[in-house]
């Protein structure tokens, strides 16, 4: 009889793809393991789930999954570096559970920005040490730099080995450390920390690391196109180099974030004067894909009061009216604040947006500006959130409150006045808590990469610095990428 046992646990044990023990356990290697139901997944863990739509990630654990069995997937997690945008939804715990009350999509669907200025403002014992990856081109080059907040203001290193575009990403899960990512060689490889991966050379815009599927893997995706390549985003996932393409309409920059209520991150996304919703879907557990929803653009010719070409530069979301749902905030030759409705921004092109192009900024309507280009950022408190705007070529700087009370908008902003003589206008802004005292400060970015940072303890006065030295001068406009590091 002895032997009789031991010879089936023996078969049972070599069986392929999958490990039975004493217990009710089974682990799977890859997909094709886990076929007891539909679309069978096998999870980082090595258990398997199937399609469930009555589960926030639409994925149940199957039988024979010791204490997990029967069980929604569930990826959230609480962020061991809440400093650090692009990580899973938190757990409500702690701190974090009125980061969640405050903005609920922290814990429904990922960590984004927005939730990382939640943190810093209600978690009295996070602390963050503030980098920026920026990327500035002008006449077909490019510079690449590492900002750092610290002691004694900015300082900036060119970080060897980048060439093409400078991002901070998410640290992979399980870590705390964030990771510089870049592209190089003409777009035929992407660099993840000290990881490298060839990618097939095409005109790339952006990339970032964003949990695409909701499967807890280290998941990057890239964005490339142009006039003559058609706009594709490329999913990459980082612990096996798994990789599908998926059609989208718009790749210059990236931001995700939920918008239809299913918990999966959607893009958002602009390409020259056009900005896009494209939702992230995957019927019936079918593999994740993208299709445009909505799109809108900055207003152009006699629409719009600001002269020059019509061209968007940023996009931001968070919570501008404080209503616990993230809004959308579209930066270029105008600003538009698209603001309550749904999970995230109502739908764009069918909603009246507040538009700002008028210099100064206080009332909507016609008026006549110098500038061709504005850019924002969204400053949360406990009260309220603010917006500032920064105006180019005119160095002008505004903050105030925005809303979007029926029949029209009101603007609410102020000059901030600064001295700074001949110094050319605003091509970036970005929000952080940068000195630990969790109120949010405010850092703009004029033309010549000069920094100019305002302290909320300092009532927002402006202090002028100049920690790049850059090859040239002059620049129209740069992708920033802010992140955290945990002392």
Request: hydrophobic fraction near 35%; include cysteine; charged fraction near 20%.
């Amino acid at each position: 009889m002895s032997i009789l046992v031991r010879t089936v646990l023996v078969v049972a044990i070599s069986l392929p793809g999958c490990i039975w023990g004493t217990r009710d356990s089974y682990e799977c290697d890859s997909d094709e393991d886990c076929n007891t139901g539909p679309a069978g997944r096998c999870e980082a863990n090595k258990r398997c789930t199937t399609y469930d739509p009555s589960c926030d990630t639409e994925r149940r654990y199957t039988a024979h999954s010791e204490e997990l069995s029967e069980r929604c997937f569930d990826d959230r997690v609480v962020p061991l570096n809440a400093c650090a945008s692009g990580q899973p939804p938190a757990l409500p715990t702690k701190c974090f559970a009125d980061v969640c009350d405050a903005l609920p999509t922290c814990c429904h669907t990922g960590w984004t920005d927005a939730c990382v200025l939640e943190a810093q403002l209600r978690c009295p014992e996070l602390a963050c040490e503030t980098h920026l990856a920026l990327t500035a081109s002008r006449g077909g080059m490019t510079e690449l730099f590492d900002v750092q907040w610290g002691p004694i203001g900015w300082t900036a290193a060119s970080p060897p080995m980048r060439q093409q575009l400078l991002v901070w990403v998410p640290p992979a899960p399980g870590t705390v450390t964030p990771r510089l990512a870049s592209l190089y060689a003409g777009g035929t490889g992407v660099v993840v920390g000290d990881q490298l991966f060839e990618v097939t050379a095409r005109p790339y815009q952006d990339l970032a690391a964003v949990d695409f599927d909701r499967d807890g893997r280290d998941t990057l995706t890239l964005s490339s196109g142009d006039a003559t390549h058609p706009f594709t985003l490329e999913v990459i996932k980082l612990d096996d180099d798994a990789r599908r393409e998926v059609a989208t309409p718009a790749t210059q920059r990236m931001v995700w974030a939920d918008y239809d209520h299913d918990a999966f991150p959607d893009l958002f996304a602009f390409s020259g004067g056009g900005y896009y919703l494209v939702r992230n879907y995957g019927p019936d557990g079918a593999p994740r894909s993208l299709a445009a929803i909505s799109t809108s653009s900055v207003p152009n010719g006699a629409a719009n009061n600001t002269p020059g070409t019509s061209a968007v530069h940023g996009i931001e979301l968070g919570d501008l009216d404080r209503d616990h749902l993230l809004d959308l905030v579209v930066s270029g030759n105008t600003i538009r604040a698209h603001m309550t409705g749904h999970q995230v921004a109502p739908l764009i092109n069918d909603q009246s947006p507040v538009s700002i192009d008028c210099d100064p900024p206080t009332v909507p309507g016609a008026c006549t500006v110098t500038s061709t280009a504005l850019t924002s950022t969204m400053v949360p408190s406990l009260t309220g959130t603010e917006l500032f705007v920064g105006l180019f070529p005119d160095r002008v700087l505004y903050r105030g409150g925005v809303s979007a009370s029926p029949p029209g908008a009101t603007l609410g902003l102020v000059e901030i006045p600064q001295q700074c003589p001949g110094c050319p206008g605003f091509i970036g802004m970005f929000a952080r808590d940068l000195d630990g005292d969790h109120l949010i400060d405010v850092v703009a970015i004029d033309a010549d990469l000069g920094f100019i940072t305002m302290l909320a303890k300092d009532s927002y006065a402006p202090v002028y610095s100049r920690p790049i030295t850059s090859m040239q001068t002059g620049f129209p406009s740069v992708k920033l990428s802010v992140t955290g590091f945990t002392p």
